[in-house]
């Protein structure tokens, strides 16, 4: 993801991070593997989305849009909506909602909604803007989704009655303009302009947490006033901000920026999400300039996104990190 610029216009996308409640007790599915692959030799697989209540995941496809599903039994995945197909072109964040798959559709500007039963269309939100990175999705308790943009200095919202209409083309509206807050958009050390990017929604919807990945920074923005504060760190400056996943209380954020083997950053956040703290931090263990996860149980699904590689190692997978394990901690 820190090639050129005009790379990332071309068909660009970052990374963006999923939050998803694992399989349910009492589900029965043959064992899960630990490294899935995903088909293609250009595929750049970026976003990631676990189903609930499914042995299904969904894994988006940067350069074409295309998404594969994939059961966490299955060693491969398989095509489950071609690239191109609505005009789709790109797919990065993801997050499923009510049987709903909501897409960020990267230099589309546009925000896309499937119904996972069927595969049909059910919504496409249209920024109007194509100098953005519609980057990351992040649904809150009562049904807001709120999408980054890493290009344009916004934060969008859809809104759980938007999504509830049967109206297919609708408007993706500005919901906090980042003029004159803390976040600053420009160059940063990715020499990408790559800022707000992966981002989630606190469990009692007061806060959405952004991470900044020029900055190397986290912000909590106010989902009621759009105020927005930077998250204290202590002091700490190589996280590297990117996709993000939030459990009790804990942050993961998960990158390569400063670490193309993978890193993934544990934080404990304060109850009022004001300071984080770094617990620990996990690399390695089969990651490859990973974008973004999704949870399944104590495990992480990380996905090998290695756009920012000449030639990607064959083949694109996603893989299996145990949370639970002190291995590979430093």
């Not at 009510?98 to 939100?125: E, N, P, S």
Request: charged share 20%.
């Amino acid at each position: 993801m820190f090639t050129t610029r005009a790379r990332w216009l071309a068909g660009g996308i970052v990374a963006a991070l999923v939050l998803s409640p694992s399989v349910p007790a009492g589900a029965h599915y043959r064992r899960p593997v630990g490294r899935y692959v995903v088909p293609g030799d250009r595929a750049y697989p970026e976003g990631i989305v676990r189903e609930p209540g499914t042995p299904y995941f969904y894994v988006g496809g940067m350069t074409d849009g295309t998404i594969w599903r994939g059961r966490i039994d299955q060693p491969r995945l398989e095509v489950f909506l071609p690239g191109g197909q609505d005009g789709r072109t790109s797919a990065v964040g993801m997050k499923i909602t009510q049987g709903r798959l909501v897409v960020a559709g990267g230099t589309t500007g546009k925000v896309f909604v499937y119904r996972t039963r069927d595969r049909q269309l059910l919504h496409v939100f249209d920024s109007g803007a194509r100098d953005g990175l519609v980057n990351d999705v992040a649904v809150a308790p009562n049904g807001d989704a709120y999408v980054t943009d890493s290009f344009r200095p916004v934060l969008y919202r859809i809104t759980a009655a938007q999504l509830a209409k049967r109206e297919i083309d609708q408007p993706l509206r500005t919901h906090v303009d980042f003029a004159g807050t803390p976040v600053r958009y420009d160059t940063g050390v990715n020499e990408e302009g790559i800022n707000g990017n992966g981002l989630v929604v606190t469990p009692d919807g007061r806060f959405v947490l952004m991470a900044d990945t020029n900055s190397q920074a986290f912000y909590r923005i106010s989902t009621r006033t759009g105020a927005v504060d930077p998250i204290d760190l202590g002091g700490v400056t190589d996280i590297g901000a990117d996709g993000l996943l939030l459990r009790d209380g804990t942050l993961y954020s998960v990158t390569s920026v400063f670490h193309p083997e993978g890193e993934i950053s544990v934080l404990r956040l304060s109850k009022d999400y004001s300071r984080a703290q770094v617990q620990r931090r996990i690399n390695g263990r089969g990651m490859d300039f990973p974008s973004t996860a999704a949870f399944d149980g104590d495990d992480l699904l990380v996905v090998n996104f290695q756009f920012q590689k000449a030639e990607p190692a064959l083949p694109f997978t996603v893989v299996r990190v145990s949370l639970c394990t002190t291995a590979g901690l430093r």
